[in-house]
C-alpha cells in the first residue's frame, strides 16, 4: 500500500550518496532525481524512501519533510482518495494534479493531527 516515504534533509548529494550506500546491498539505487527530491529504490514499482530539501524551504527537522505516501491505480483513484481525505477532515496541502510532466501526478493532505500525505500515480 505504502509507495514511498519522505525524509528531509540538508544536503541531497551526501544523502542520495549515503542511502543509495545504505541499501546498495538490496539493489536499491536512485530511480528518479527531480532536484530537490530523489526516490531510492529498487523500481519505481516497489516502495521507495525518498529524500528531500523541505518544500517550505525551513531546516529539516523530524516531521519538515516527512510523509507517506500512498499508490493509486490511477488519476481518478488519486482524485477520489484525495477527495475522501478532505471529507474525513485532513485539510489540503495540494489539490490533484500532474507534478512532473508524465512521469507523477499527487495530491497532498494534512490529517487531522497534522501529518502530511500524499496520493500518487507515477505515469
Known sequence: ?????????????NAKQFYSDLFADQGASVQMDVGRIAFIGTSPAS????????????????GNGTMVAFAAQSKPEVDAMYNKAISL??????????????????????????????FFIFG
Do not use: H, W
Open 89 to 118: 477532515g485532513a485539510t489540503d496541502e495540494g489539490a490533484p494534479g500532474q507534478r512532473v510532466p508524465d512521469r507523477f501526478y499527487g495530491s497532498y493532505v494534512r490529517d487531522p493531527d497534522g501529518n502530511k500525505l500524499c
Open 47 to 62: 516502495p521507495m524512501l525518498a529524500v528531500c530539501e523541505p518544500y517550505d524551504g525551513q531546516a529539516c527537522a523530524a
Open 1 to 13: 500500500m505504502i509507495g514511498y516515504s519522505t525524509i528531509g534533509v540538508s544536503n541531497m548529494e
